[in-house]
C-alpha cells in the first residue's frame, strides 16, 4: 500500500542510548519531515528535507538527526536520549512542503527511561 | 503565520452536519487555509483546503467568508469515525516559515450516536 511506514512503532529506551527512527515512503514525494507531539499538545516540526541531500531544522531540532541519502526515506537519529525526548513521533512527505496533501505515518511511540 | 482560533470541543449528532468554526483575523493574502484532522493515535489526516473561495471535496467543504478572517469546515453527515481532533492551519506555500505546519490544540470533535 502506498504511504509513509514508520518502524518501530513502540521503543523504550534508557537515557543515554541512541537509536534510529525509521521513515520510508513510496510516492516519490520530494518533502519528508519529522514531527513529535506531546500529551496535549499541537505538533512541534523537528527537521525536514525538500530533497536527497538537503535536510534543514524546524522548531525543535536539539537532540536529533538527520540525513537524506535517497528520495524514499528519511531516518531520525537520536544521538543521547533524554527522557524529555519520551514523545509520538510522526514522519510525513507531500509532493511539496506547500501545506496540503500531506501524508503522515502511524507513528513511533518512544519512551526514554 | 496567522494565528487560528478553535472551540477546544465539539459535540455532533451522528448522520448530522458537522460544523467547524475557525478565526483567522490576522491572515495575509497569500496564505491559505488548511484542515487537518487526527484520530485517536492515528497520524494526522489532510482534508481540505482553500485561499479565498469554497472548496469541496469528497470528505468535506470549506467555507471561506469574504473577508478571510474565519473559515468553517462542514463534515455533511458526520458518522462515529469522523470522531477525531479537527486543525485549522494557516500559512503561506512559499516563503520563511513555509516548511512547517503549525498544529495548535484544535477542536475535538465528538459525534454522538
Known amino acids: 500500500n502506498a504511504g509513509v511506514t514508520q518502524t518501530p512503532k513502540f521503543q523504550v529506551l534508557k537515557t543515554g542510548q541512541s537509536m534510529t527512527l525509521q521513515c520510508a515512503q513510496d510516492?516519490?514525494?520530494?518533502?519528508m519531515s519529522w514531527y513529535r507531539q506531546d500529551p496535549g499538545m499541537g505538533l512541534r516540526l523537528i527537521h525536514y528535507?525538500?530533497?536527497?541531500?538537503?535536510?534543514d531544522q524546524g522548531e525543535v531540532p536539539n537532540g536529533y538527526n538527520v540525513s537524506r541519502s535517497t528520495t524514499e526515506d528519511f531516518p531520525l537519529r537520536l544521538l543521547s536520549a533524554a527522557p524529555s525526548q519520551t514523545s509520538v513521533y510522526f514522519c510525513?512527505?507531500?509532493?511539496?512542503?506547500?501545506?496540503?496533501?500531506?501524508?503522515f505515518g502511524s507513528g513511533t511511540r518512544l519512551t526514554v527511561v | 503565520d496567522a494565528k487560528t482560533t478553535q472551540p477546544t470541543s465539539m459535540d455532533c449528532a451522528e448522520g448530522r452536519a458537522a460544523n467547524l468554526p475557525c478565526n483567522h483575523s490576522?491572515?495575509?493574502?497569500?496564505?491559505?487555509v488548511y484542515w487537518y484532522r487526527q484520530i485517536h493515535s492515528q497520524g494526522p489526516q489532510y482534508i481540505i483546503h482553500?485561499?479565498?473561495n469554497n472548496e469541496t471535496n469528497e470528505m468535506a467543504s470549506l467555507i471561506i467568508t469574504e473577508d478571510r478572517k474565519s473559515s468553517t469546515l462542514i463534515l455533511p453527515h458526520a458518522t462515529l469515525r469522523d470522531t477525531a481532533v479537527y486543525y485549522c492551519?494557516?500559512?503561506?506555500?512559499?516563503?520563511?516559515?513555509?516548511?512547517?505546519?503549525?498544529f495548535g490544540k484544535g477542536t475535538k470533535l465528538s459525534v454522538i450516536p
Open positions: 490576522t491572515i495575509s493574502g497569500n496564505e491559505y
Open positions: 528535507s525538500v530533497g536527497a541531500g538537503i535536510t
Open positions: 482553500g485561499l479565498k
Open positions: 492551519i494557516v500559512k503561506a506555500p512559499r516563503g520563511a516559515g513555509s516548511y512547517q505546519l503549525t
Open positions: 510516492m516519490n514525494h520530494e518533502y
Open positions: 510525513a512527505s507531500s509532493k511539496k512542503p506547500s501545506g496540503y496533501g500531506y501524508t
